[in-house]
Structure formats: C-alpha cells, structure tokens
C-alpha cells in the first residue's frame, strides 16, 4: 500500500508519543532517485564558526559508549505534552518514522544532540552524567514517555524557580537520532503543506508509491 499523505498533522495520544522528522521538498529525491540510493541522512555542522560541533558530538557518543556514526537521521519526539511544531523550521515535509522499523538503531535523548554536547563540553569539573539521559526506543514507550515528561517538568520548574533540577530537558525538544539512513519503508505517513508546489508534490507522491 501507498504511504498516506495528509495536510494536518494528527493529535497524539496522551499514553504515547511519534518519531518524526522534517525535510525540505527538494531533499524528496534522495529517497527516490536511485543516484542518491533512495535513502536519506543528516550530517552534524557547525552552526558558528568556533562551535567545534563534531567534536563535541564525538564527546558526547564517547561518553555514552557507542560509535560514532557518520550516517544518521535527526528526528523529534512529538507528544500532547510536548510538541514539536517549531520543527517545521528544519523543513515543511514531514516524515511519521514506524517505530517498529527503526526501534533497534534509534536512541531518544534528553534535549537536542547539539545542545547536550555543547552543554557537556562545558562541564569540566562537573560529573557529566547529571546533564544527559538517552533510551533505546526498545525501551517500554510508556516508560521512555514518563522519563520525558520528566525531564520536561524538571525544565519547566528550573526555568521558573532558577533552581538546578537535574535531569532535566537540555534544549527546546527532544531529540531522537536513527543510527543508519532512512528508506521509504521507514516511513508510516507524510504530511504536506497545501501550498506546496506541484512539481515538488509529484516527488512526495513518488515516494509515497515507492513502497
């Protein structure tokens, strides 16, 4: 079956949360030109010029005991409690990822990956451990949903009390990284502006029937 294509974005459960992630319209064609290998990956940049982003990251996978992957997919948690409508910035495609596809290579943090790094770079005699928190999305849902919440609740009150609560969400979402690039068969739903242009549809189109 063709993926589904949607203009609104569904509400989520409040007992559960989605993997999604953003892409620009002419980023499609990775995923179904052939040249390309129809898949899609991200790359870590530096955003400024003295950022050293890399390193930090490499820091930051070296801490938590996993290799460093050059070949990786950036997605958000998306909940009721916290969403990620500001995600639209990094690109008005949306991708829901199956859960049940890309649970074994996918890790949910406690914040965005640039933020924790960067955070963890500035603890020099500090234990580290306090400020990141990361799961296997094999982890019980429910589980990884309560630890979220969490961290979500620990920020909210720290932003407010200008206290330290600790582990708290480092950023403004959570992110969820998919340790291999992504396939058309990694994808459950897209969901599309209505104003996007028809060559660039027919592309979303194309991926939609890949399957």
């Known amino acids: 079956m ?40 991200a790359k870590d940049e530096d955003a400024l ?5 890399r390193d930090n990251i490499e820091k930051l996978y070296d801490l938590m005991k996993i290799p460093n992957s050059t070949k990786f997919v950036s997605a958000f948690v998306k909940s009721r409690d916290f969403s990620c409508d500001f995600a639209g910035n990094f690109g008005s495609i949306c991708l829901f990822l199956d859960i049940e596809k890309i649970k074994d290579e996918t ?49 909210m009150a720290w932003a407010v009390q200008k206290k ?19 396939v058309s068969k990694d994808i459950k739903m897209i969901v599309i502006p209505k104003e996007l242009e028809p060559k660039e549809k027919k592309n979303v189109e194309r991926l939609a029937n890949s399957i």
């Open 164 to 182: 330290a609560y600790y582990p708290r969400m480092i950023g403004c979402y959570f992110e969820a990284r998919v340790f291999r690039p992504i």
């Open 49 to 53: 010029s003295k950022e050293h982003c």
């Open 107 to 155: 890790i949910i943090f406690n914040g965005d990956v640039k933020n924790l790094a960067y955070k963890l770079s500035t603890q020099k005699n500090r234990p580290k451990n306090r400020f990141l928190r990361f799961h296997s999305l094999t982890e019980r849902h429910f589980d990884i949903l309560i630890a979220l919440q969490r961290y979500y609740w620990n920020k």
């Open 2 to 41: 063709p993926i589904p294509i949607q203009y609104i974005t569904p509400e989520s459960s409040a007992r559960s949360f989605q993997i999604v992630t953003h892409i620009e319209p002419y980023e499609v064609k990775f995923l179904v030109q052939k040249r390309f290998g129809c898949q899609f990956w």
